[in-house]
């Protein structure tokens, strides 16, 4: 960028030779093209700031050692940001190349006088000649790069625009709002303006870039979470642009932009010295490039104060604008990587979770099984065990008695089958019944449900089929079951009962077990949030996770008049 810098610098210098002296004299009623050849100017350099509210005529003397005979040249009249105008007299509106470009030669070097209009209250202005063949490739190198510029930054705002939409991370709808503006911002500062409404395009924009860079900034950094004192900080400033704008209306004195930039940069610094978060480097170098243009642009006048040449501000922004977009992109890029590896850790580890809990219901509801079965045999070991005292003890009885022990001993192992067939993860997906996956699913917790006297209803269409794992749709039944078993025992529900129905789209897992508080309908899919003492608080999160992901299923719940009503539809496969 230094070099860029100095390039442009040198350029410059070398352009404004053939300028001999400029001249210049404030704006009366009294003066017009016919007699300002009268007036007496005064010499001033180049380039000129001033802030006036006046307006102005220039006169410019060429130098015509410095024009050859054979080359046809042109003198441009610089405008910074396009705040000050230029007027010529009709006798040269045939030699105007643009509305600040006039065509010269040799020929024909009498004074050049230009009135200039001062529409901002201040003056800043540069005078240069050049070789016309010269000025017209770099125009047209100009407007190429003004073009890739304006196509580079409104590609990112539609590119963040729309992962947004499929996103909804607010940093992406900031960053692309934020790019909108700097698109606006360009566009005004390269379009010469004359009237009010022009201006106004371009305050909106600076006002919209500072509020909606500031947002982004707090998005991405998360100020919030790491830096709550910076964050305060920045949220002021949002609030600190809108008044200055207002006092810049009233007073025309503005805080330096680059000032509010350059804060974002210690919020990053002090964010990425907290987290080592490696997306807030490209975040660093990509506002470091912006802030540079908004430095320079702001220190223009300074720099003219010391003795430097006139620094096309306009291209650089142009130039600085689009390299910040593509950096950040890489950022914001980088950052979706980090924040889709760390939700897929955070799924597999809830995934992991919600298998532990599964295997301590699975347990529990084993025991529920096997409770009666081993009261069985405890009951067959005694029998034996007495007739034995009693010497009552036979081939015959003890033969009847065995094939008692080893029918509960069958039906145990067949429990510790069904359940192992429930758990056991499947590679594929195939089609499966849903009303038998559903009764498996109840066989599977029936001896739990026995034992506190809940009903269960199954009902609806047995053919129904639904492509996916028969075993992780089984999971949610269960998990729909116990949290309607577990509110009917806490809430002493009289006559217990689920109901569940399967119609062709769509499965209904009703209770009567008073219904959800509204105060926390919005919080029960959320990981870990629970209302039992030692629930885990993932059923329900998995679950959905589980539907919409790998069923493509919608997930919700009503309060009923009598309980809970959840639903489950879905897209019927034939």
Same mark, same amino acid.
């Given at each position: ?361 699975? @347990?529990? !509801? ?5 409770? %009666?079965?081993? *009261?069985?045999?405890?009951? #067959?070991?005694?029998? =034996? /065990? ?94 729909? @079951?116990? !949290? ?5 025992? %806490?809430?002493? *529900?009289?006559?217990?009962? #689920?109901?569940?129905? =399967? /119609? ?71």
């Amino acid at each position: 960028m230094k070099l860029v810098l100095i390039l442009l610098l040198t350029l410059t210098a070398l352009y404004s030779d053939a300028i001999k002296y400029v001249e210049i004299i404030e704006d009366k009623p009294t003066v017009n093209f016919d007699n300002v050849q009268e007036q007496n100017f005064k010499r001033v350099k180049l380039p000129l700031y001033r802030y006036e509210k006046s307006g102005y005529w220039l006169k410019i003397t060429l130098a015509p050692s410095e024009l050859s005979n054979e080359i046809n040249h042109v003198i441009v009249f610089e405008s910074l940001f396009k705040v000050n105008s230029f007027v010529f007299d009709e006798s040269h509106k045939e030699k105007l190349v643009q509305s600040n470009v006039l065509r010269i030669n040799k020929k024909d070097l009498e004074p050049v006088y230009v009135k200039l209009t001062n529409q901002d209250d201040y003056l800043a202005i540069n005078i240069e000649t050049k070789e016309y063949d010269a000025f017209l490739k770099e125009n047209n190198f100009k407007s190429k790069l003004y073009g890739i510029s304006y196509g580079i930054i409104f590609s990112a705002f539609l590119y963040y625009l729309a992962f947004f939409i499929f996103n909804r991370q607010k940093s992406f709808i900031y960053y692309s709002l934020t790019q909108l503006s700097i698109l606006g911002l360009l566009v005004s500062i390269a379009t010469e303006f004359t009237d009010s409404p022009s201006y106004l395009i371009a305050d909106v924009s600076l006002i919209s870039f500072l509020i909606f860079s500031n947002l982004f900034t707090k998005e991405f950094l998360s100020t919030k979470k790491y830096a709550p004192k910076l964050n305060m900080i920045l949220t002021f400033m949002i609030g600190l642009y809108i008044v200055e704008t207002f006092t810049y209306m009233l007073t025309e004195m503005r805080i330096p932009t680059s000032l509010f930039l350059i804060f974002y940069l210690i919020a990053a610094i002090v964010v990425y010295s907290k987290t080592k978060f490696k997306p807030i480097l490209f975040y660093l170098a990509g506002w470091s490039i912006m802030i540079f243009s908004f430095i320079l642009a702001d220190m223009e006048i300074f720099l003219s104060y010391i003795g430097s040449p006139y620094i096309d501000i306009e291209a650089i922004l142009h130039i600085c604008a689009p390299l910040e977009s593509m950096i950040l992109a890489f950022a914001l890029s980088y950052k979706l990587k980090l924040l889709e590896a760390s939700n897929i850790e955070k799924e597999n580890l809830l995934m992991h979770q919600s298998k532990l809990a599964s295997m301590g219901e699975m @347990i529990n !509801n084993i025991a529920h099984q096997w409770r %009666q079965p081993l *009261t069985h045999i405890s009951y #067959i070991v005694m029998n =034996i /065990n007495t007739a034995f005292k009693h010497e009552k003890l036979d081939a015959k009885y003890l033969n009847k008695k065995s094939l008692e022990a080893t029918a509960q001993l069958e039906y145990m192992s067949k429990t510790i089958d069904d359940f192992k067939n429930f758990y056991v993860p499947k590679k594929e997906k195939e089609l499966f019944n849903i009303y038998e996956a559903t009764r498996n699913a109840i066989s599977i917790t029936s001896a739990t449900l026995n034992a506190y006297d809940i009903t269960v209803e199954l009902k609806g269409d047995k053919e129904c089929l639904l492509r996916g794992y028969d075993n992780e749709y089984s999971q949610v039944v269960l998990n729909l @079951i116990s !949290n309607a078993k577990d509110a009917m025992i %806490q809430n002493k *529900t009289k006559n217990p009962l #689920i109901k569940i129905e =399967i /119609n062709e789209n769509s499965i209904k897992v009703e209770d009567n077990a008073g219904g959800i508080n509204p105060k926390i309908q919005t919080q029960i899919y959320e990981p870990y949030f629970t209302t039992k003492s030692k629930g885990t608080g993932i059923g329900l999160y998995m679950s959905k996770v589980i539907l919409e992901t790998h069923f493509k299923a919608r997930f919700y719940h009503k309060n009923i008049e009598t309980g809970t009503c959840f639903y489950i539809e879905y897209s019927n496969v034939q």
